[in-house]
């Protein structure tokens, strides 16, 4: 399979697929609809599943599992959330197989049909809200904070990976509360975990918001979302947070003795993030010559690559000096590894560690060992620096650091660069298709308009950013009086 | 809920559900056959994770993610797979549900029929090697060594916690080699992963073994297992590993060029862990009290309780103990809480803490502390000690390292007490009414002899031991030849 990717400015979408699959980040499936996680894939969902597990434990939640099969009928319990998560699922009607007496392999059962159909879980709010009930008896019960992390099945027709898949991985937090002021508090708290884990070590800057009635998760009473801006200007959903009011402990009887002995329904907020981040990662920073890592998530950080020589001495001083320098990056917990395979040319491997979006790239080579120097590559920017051997080490570990903090502020200014505010109809339209972004314009509050908006552009309302400025405007389709502007943008 | 255990005397069986209970360790859910594991049972689930998947990292193994659904023809694909698997499996028919128009909620859409039905993964042999297929080529693309960490179903009539559930997590290991050495090394590799681990951090020693024909994976050509012994004196197969030789290379094609540019089939390897080892680790070590967790994986090892005292000085003097011995433990990696909730008196803390398991728990009080010591009891013997203050943190420390290598100890001499070597058939059933444990006997090779002593005494043979002594005898049922004792009991 070649190596070389489709560049970004003449089929974005090819790019994306391209650099996924050669990467080594996912592959498709013999099922339609599911992908597989390859290894260099899995290990930066890993990263990202370890550093949030981090944060949520640190904000007192814990983790705990619940079944992957919900009885069809909790799914009409809560009259919202049927309505958004009934439809496109996976739906498991029988329990065994057996030989085909007629020899074709095995066929189901027809006597094995179970008696309520089960569905693989789309999301866990009804099973896990079924199990509170006997979990929560008095406020001595709560907060009950916790979290899941599982793989989840929505029927999808058009996939894409990562982004778009019948299955996929996720963390779901589902908490328990005696008051709608703490429960509020939570959400905002957890999105708030989500949006600093995104800038801090995705290097990618999103915008805090909560969603219109219209995009809100289906049994939620607001759902709060962080969005962050790709590189061809589609936003991407990058993680949501919800406020579930008590919708779903009236619909399974969850009450809790108050401190003055009264019943009271308990309230709910649930969040996640998913899978989808890994491709989010993708589109926000790589290139045409492949991924594009922070250091913070990057699976392998610096790699050290020998020029070979055939001076046997030369080599042994390049070995010596490689080794060196992993022993005092590893003590700082720096991920390195030294390629010294002797089946792969030099410039094989340094297009291969690109591809692989690996931060920083070391060559030593005996010409420039005599010169006390090496060879610093950094992804990021593709600069090449000669770098004093006397200096090596520390130079690697603060230029990880830069290279973090410049993904960051380059995304940022790539965000400001592509957010437009827009105050009539035909500049709305023209922005969106001469320079997508986010548009920040007015809107006059009602679905009409944003389904309206919608129709016409293909650009949904992303979210009302927190503490949004206020400012009277006119709505950019109808006219009508606003009281702020609000983000809109293609989206994925 | 009542905090008392029944005795295992009495009823071991029960003893056992109402520890994982009370014990919060898992709870039964609404989907029968499936368990809810609640925060202590996953915590201990996420220790034995992490520290597995370190050591498959050392051994070069990677994580990657495959689909959670199975095309229904894979399955038939490998003929003993097929016999051994498809039989007891989550089969999904339909992707989508739809409203009801005569009002009963949701129903199954008869129009969103799926053309093959999926199977819900009993194991991952099948998606896996047909993806393999893609990803080897050439003697360059092995080994292969990957890991998955995932869910599997297997529809199960007759359930226990843990023990045997419809759902549960597990990992497992798919290689591929070029050679057979090489992957009956790797096969043998994991099972010594498996041991280690089950010895060094559960405290639980295992019997290193092989499976008879009878008792192979479904598909394997060889099955390697660790047996451990409960103390009800029944067997537990703790964990698997099975060299696969070409069956799945064959089913699904996997070929390769090897160095002489032949097309050779790959050689295959799987092995797998689940947490049915959560319940391995309850019945191995745990007493009328509640759960004793070996250190090493006790989610929390030391709890500090104050004692109460109305004089505020005493007071300020115990909590500045108590934060100078946490801040000393943590530093050294001890997880430790100092327990100061006020609404419930230190001898109710005392009750939970032993059923949870805390390997050592320190008591502070005000007249104590006068005399400069502290009261510090373990849990795995229940002794309590005086220790001088001064001493405090590095007795705590080998007190840790004590109860770890104590409690190994002592689960290793309930094994030798309870394995028997028997010579006679009257012996074999005498020892297995009288004192059940492992039974050392010789037997015939033959599987129908080995059905027929399951049938007569409900005993398996657990394994023949690796390295097994060589000794001409006479088997206990049919008195023919036999050149080495096996292991037999009764067994999970």
Known sequence: MSKTLTNRKDDYAQWYNDIVLKGGLADYSAVKGCMVIKPHGYALWENM????????????????????????????????HVEGFAKECAVVTHYRLKNDPNGGGVIVDPEAKLEEELIVRPTSETIIWNTYKDWIQSYRDLPLLINQWANVVRWEMRTRLFLRTTEFLWQEGHTAHATKEEAVEETKKMLEVYATFAEEFMAMPVIRGVKTANERFAGAEDTYCIEALMQDGKALQAGTSHFLGQNFAKAFEVTFQDKNNKQEYVWATSW????????????????????????K???????????????????????????????????????????????TRPGWKFAEYELKGVPVRIALGARDIANNIAEVARRDTKEKASVSLDNLAAHVVQLLTDIQNNMFQRALQFRADNTTEVNSWDEFVKVLEEKPGFISAHWDGTTETEEKIKELTKATIRCIPLNNKQEEGKCVLTGKASKERVLFARAY
């Open 297 to 343: 998530l990057a699976p392998l950080q610096v790699v050290i690559v020998p020029i070979f020589n055939k001076d046997p001495e030369a080599q042994a001083k390049i070995n010596s000096i490689a080794n060196e320098l992993i022993s005092t990056l590893k003590s700082q917990n720096i991920r390195v590894k030294f390629d010294n395979d002797d089946n």
């Open 49 to 80: 599943r370890d550093e949030l597990d981090k944060r949520f434990k640190e904000t007192g939640h814990q983790n705990a599992y619940f079944p992957l099969f919900i009885p069809k009928s909790f799914l009409s319990k809560e009259a919202a």
């Open 272 to 295: 996640g993030v998913s899978t989808r981040l890994v491709g989010a990662l993708v589109m926000a920073h790589s290139d045409d010559e492949g991924l594009v890592l922070p250091p």
